[in-house]
T-cell receptor
Framework: RKEVEQDPGPFNVPEGATVAFNCTYS??????FFWYRQDCRKEPKLLMS???SGNEDGRFTAQLNRASQYISLLIRDSKLSDSATYLC??????????????FGTGTRLLVSP | DAGVTQSPTHLIKTRGQQVTLRCSPK?????VSWYQQALGQGPQFIFQ???????QRGNFPDRFSGHQFPNYSSELNVNALLLGDSALYLC??????????????FGPGTRLLVL
């Protein structure tokens, strides 16, 4: 079983749509959680950290369910510029302060006019 | 504010050769991590350097080695290249462990093609 699993997509949605991505992780000792965005042939960039209490940044909402080992990302009012691959990332570094990031394969989003 | 820089941007090698990739961390960062990203996959953790020592390592063979210099820059060396080593190699830098949230910032990567 992969440490971090995501539906690879692609998710094809029209502008203005709401889209949700899900991710599961296998290591119950995982310390912290993130969503990164990666544009075609570019480097990953941090979109947002994910907390159990849930967090929102504009049109983006992330949620963590530690009991189910499940992470989600919701994008509201999709824009053409949201087209990218969204990577679910889990930090499995032990309490040493050093991050060891494990990435999912990514979910590709295509927003059309 | 200078971000993470990597060189070269592209590289073509043949099987059995050796390669060295370079990374300069974001200003103010002292921790460097290296990742390999094959086509259609997420990045895979290779290793991490802090205070010129390898602190963590992923599931990569000893052919993959690294170094960190006193100015925090880092090198990734791969010996005896295989076709399967063809990938995008990403360097990420972060702040001193424990000091802050330690967000990892990625460089643009080096695309390695092994023929």
């Amino acid at each position: 079983r992969k440490e971090v699993e995501q539906d690879p997509g692609p998710f094809n949605v029209p502008e203005g749509a709401t889209v949700a991505f899900n991710c599961t992780y296998s290591n119950s000792a995982s310390q912290s959680f993130f969503w990164y965005r990666q544009d075609c042939r570019k480097e990953p960039k941090l979109l947002m950290s994910v907390y159990s209490s849930g967090n929102e940044d504009g049109r983006f909402t992330a949620q963590l369910n530690r009991a189910s080992q499940y992470i989600s990302l919701l994008i509201r009012d999709s824009k053409l510029s949201d087209s990218a691959t969204y990577l679910c990332v889990v930090n499995i570094g032990r309490n040493t302060g050093f991050q060891k990031l494990v990435f999912g394969t990514g979910t590709r989003l295509l927003v059309s006019p | 504010d200078a971000g993470v820089t990597q060189s070269p941007t592209h590289l073509i090698k043949t099987r059995g050769q050796q390669v060295t990739l370079r990374c300069s961390p974001k200003s103010g960062h002292d921790t460097v991590s290296w990742y390999q990203q094959a086509l259609g996959q997420g990045p895979q953790f290779i290793f991490q350097y802090y205070e010129e020592e390898e602190r963590q390592r992923g599931n990569f063979p000893d052919r993959f080695s690294g170094h960190q210099f006193p100015n925090y820059s880092s090198e990734l060396n791969v010996n005896a290249l295989l076709l399967g080593d063809s990938a995008l190699y990403l360097c990420a830098s972060s702040d001193t462990p424990g000091r802050s949230q330690e967000t990892q910032y990625f460089g643009p990567g080096t695309r390695l093609l092994v023929l």
